[in-house]
């Protein structure tokens, strides 16, 4: 019994070593991408719980490529990922040419689509399923998705992929044009026209890697726990 407890906690740390390892990489073997992202999740939910006993998530984490990419699917409590092989000609060429060659676009969309978003869509989860009414498609709502992944992947000790992202964002933001209007905040403009920004990925870009220079370099922000046990504690309110 010692051997197979001994054999199967090796496999274990074995398992997470691989997750931790290859999360924040563009992946080429979708069995591998969906067995890290659905380890990801399930520390991401221990986590949630651990600050809120009576909310079970239950998040089925699923590879599904499409325009949208990494997206959180409330009809069916689900996480989006997409495969780099998968995705359309257009929307590789939007990151070869943010990100400035091939190579460094690749390496962008592991570190986000593979990598930080997927912590941002469980954050949206955590939003769907512990909000009495439907939470809006909304400028802040992204926000906070950032603000939790931002200090989910910390807690975890990913300082040096999120620095990485930072570099990136900042370096993609001054290959795309603000979309927002002199007249209005970044706020505003995004809220009312979320829909049609969505389509566009050089309007969408700026706006989430916007919020994640922003929230990146917010020096208020506590620790993830604090965090998440404030929003729960608002919400009885």
């Known amino acids: 019994m010692l051997r197979a407890y001994l054999f199967f906690a090796v496999l274990y740390c074995s398992f997470t070593a691989s997750a931790q390892k290859n999360w924040f990489t563009v992946y080429t073997d979708t069995v591998q991408l969906l067995a890290d992202a659905k380890w990801v999740t399930k520390q991401f939910e221990a986590d949630i719980a651990q600050n809120n006993p009576k909310l079970t998530m239950g998040v089925a ?133 979320y829909e049609k920004a969505s389509q566009d990925p050089y309007v969408y870009g700026y706006m989430q890697f916007r919020q994640f220079i922003k929230v990146y370099e917010d020096k208020n922000l506590p620790d993830f726990d604090t965090f998440v046990k404030a929003y729960f504690a608002g919400l009885k309110k």
């Not at 590879?63 to 990419?69: A, D, E, F, H, R």
């Not at 592991?110 to 930080?116: A, R």
């Not at 909000?131 to 040096?160: G, I």
């Open 61 to 193: 984490t699923v590879v599904n490529t499409t325009p949208y990419l990494i997206f959180y699917d409330d009809r069916n409590n689900s996480a989006n990922l997409p495969n780099w092989s998968e995705v359309i000609a257009p929307q590789k060429q939007f990151f070869y040419q943010v990100a400035g060659s091939e190579a460094n676009g690749k390496e962008v969309f592991g570190l986000f689509f593979n990598g930080f978003y997927l912590a941002h869509e469980l954050g949206h989860a955590v939003q769907e399923l512990s909000s009495t009414t439907k939470p809006a498609l909304s400028f802040q709502n992204e926000y906070f998705a950032n603000q939790v992944a931002m200090l989910w992947w910390r807690k975890h000790n990913r300082q040096a992929e999120l620095e990485r992202c930072y570099n990136y964002a900042k370096k993609m933001l001054t290959t795309i044009p603000s979309p927002v209007p002199a007249n209005t905040t970044e706020e505003a403009f995004f809220t009312a026209n």
